[in-house]
Structures are given as C-alpha cells and as structure tokens.
C-alpha cells in the first residue's frame, strides 16, 4: 500500500509521519496482530511440534521422563506405564527401539533377566 495513497495527500503536503501511523495500523487490522507477534507465535508452535515428534513422554509411577524418539512421528508421544504390564510395554517397537526397556530398568520396574525373558518371548532381539 502506498503511504501517500494512505494518507490522501501527495507532493509538498504529504505528511509522512502521519502516512507511516496510518499505513501500520491498516497493516496490523489485516493480519490481526503485529508481524513480531505472528512471527513469534510460529516459532514458538514449531519449536512445540518438533519437541513433540522428538521425545516420548513416559509416565511412570515414580513421575514424568524423556525418552527420545528413534525417528520423528507422533506415535506414542505421551505413554503411561501406570497399569500396564512390562511385555505390554516392551512389545510396541517405537518404545522398545527408543529405549524403553532401559527406562524401566533405571525406575527399578524392571531387571535385566526380566527384560531379556520378555524379548525372547517376543522374539525381538
């Protein structure tokens, strides 16, 4: 948009800071908010998103821990291991390839000949 247009005056009479307070606040009415406002508004939904598709979330009796993920997807982001038995845990592979089963060691929910019992019954190796 042009300032002078906005301001409806042209040549030795154009008032510049009027035109400048005009033509922003016409730019803001279309947008909705400042560009600063927007701007920061994306980046900090990016920066959510991309956290959400790099970590699990895991719920544990014990509280909340990060696990990261082997590849960025929204499978499984927020898990709960309340109520839920190990061989149900260690048999979704987004987990059990993010590193589950040593989480559930390191939280005491678990012990390596456990871990190990359960992965040949799955067959996983």
């Known amino acids: 948009m042009d300032r002078a247009l906005v301001s409806g005056t042209r ?3 154009f008032e510049s800071r009027i035109a400048h307070h005009q033509y922003q606040s016409s730019s803001q009415r279309c947008i909705g908010m ?10 900090v939904l990016g920066a ?18 990060l696990l990261k993920k082997s590849s960025m997807t929204l499978q499984y982001t927020l898990f709960s291991t309340k109520g839920k038995a190990n ?5 979704i592979d987004a987990l059990r390839k993010a590193g589950i089963g040593d989480l559930l060691k390191r939280e005491g929910l678990m ?9 040949e019954t799955l067959d996983v190796n």
């Open 11 to 13: 040549g030795r009479e």
């Open 34 to 43: 400042p560009r600063g406002k927007g701007l920061l508004l994306i980046v």
């Open 48 to 65: 959510a998103l991309y956290f959400l598709m790099s970590y699990h979330i895991i719920l544990t009796n014990r509280g909340t821990r």
């Open 87 to 91: 061989k149900s845990i260690l048999a």
């Open 111 to 119: 012990t390596e000949e456990e871990e190990l019992r359960i992965l």
